[in-house]
């Protein structure tokens, strides 16, 4: 089984001006991101507007991202459903396409028990043969995965990795004390100061825009040890990161990518272009880091 390590590009969803799937974009997007040095792919995550995708424009994301991918680098496809019989469903068809792992935030609407989020990844895990990153992300989900959670979880065959996003370093540290070699943890923010206390991974949104750089920060601070090297990446892409952040962090990020020439599209309704007045400084931060 492939060990998750590494800068992983939660992919946006390329859309054509109308609208429609952009199949020949993404196709092209997943070429670049890997020659560019990635270590990984997440179609479907949260950046991927999944919610609005139909369950037919799913399947051919992730068909797509796994051919493109040709097996170059491993492909984790998102997979949550607020039904836990329509999460399993999703995750047996990632599976069946070829995917390596799967990505699930858990149930966000329901409130859920801590009993009910464990019984929701069981249920997934017993039905497929691939590692499950479980997706902590109490900003968009509403649900918090405590450590002690996490650990639970970590206990659960093929439940070996989590995207922990809750932007607490401290946190990340605690759950690799709990959980020791059964749970790789990826962090979703402040990646050199994760790497920094143990965190294998970085689930990463700039790395749509600069992937090299992304990968590079992993390298220097986690295979080199280099942790000033690392330190001046996290600090020069500091920039990017704070005009990628907050609620319109999909817009921004799309409007990053045709800014670079690369596909991306509008977002899908709700969601609206990025306003002009983020726009101007979005661009002068591509500016500064040479990415236009």
């Known amino acids: 089984m492939t060990s998750f390590r590494g800068s992983f590009t939660v992919m946006v969803t390329p859309f054509t001006a109308d609208g ?44 797509i991202v796994v051919e493109a991918a040709a097996g170059r680098v491993p492909v984790l496809i998102g997979t949550a459903a607020e039904w836990t019989n329509e999460a399993v469903e999703l995750t047996r068809e ?13 149930p966000f609407y329901s409130s859920p028990t801590t009993d009910e989020i464990y019984a929701h990844y069981r249920t997934i ?18 649900v918090d995965l405590p450590a002690r959670l ?16 809750s932007g607490s370093v401290p946190r990340t540290a605690e759950i690799i004390r709990l959980c020791g070699d059964r749970m790789t ?16 991974g970085y689930v990463s949104v700039f790395s749509n825009i600069a992937p090299a750089l992304s ?10 040890n280099d942790f000033a090297g690392g330190r001046a990446i996290a ?19 799309k409007a990053a990518l045709g800014m670079i020439g690369q596909p991306g599209g509008p977002p899908r309704a709700p969601r ?5 007045d983020r726009s101007a400084p979005l661009k002068a931060v591509l500016e500064s880091l040479c990415l236009v």
């Open 20 to 63: 429609r799937l952009d199949a020949e974009g993404l196709a092209r997007f997943v070429d670049w991101q890997v020659r560019e040095g990635v270590h990984g792919l997440i179609p479907l995550g949260s950046t991927g507007e999944f919610l609005s995708l139909t369950r037919a424009e799913r399947r051919r994301v992730g068909e």
């Open 215 to 224: 990968a590079e920060l992993y390298t220097r601070t986690v295979v080199e």
């Open 94 to 106: 990632a599976e069946s396409i070829g995917a390596d792992g799967v990505m699930i935030i858990p």
């Open 272 to 276: 609206l272009p990025l306003p002009e």
């Open 185 to 200: 943890v990826f962090s979703g923010y402040h990646p050199w100061e994760s790497y920094r206390v143990g965190a294998a």
């Open 150 to 165: 996490v650990a639970r979880l970590s206990e659960i065959d093929n439940v070996s990795y989590i995207k922990e996003s």
């Open 125 to 142: 895990a017993a039905a497929i043969h691939i590692p499950i990153m479980i997706y902590n992300n109490p900003f968009t989900s509403n």
């Open 235 to 253: 600090d020069r892409v500091a920039p990017l990161l704070d005009a990628l952040a907050g609620d319109l962090y999909v817009s921004a990020t």
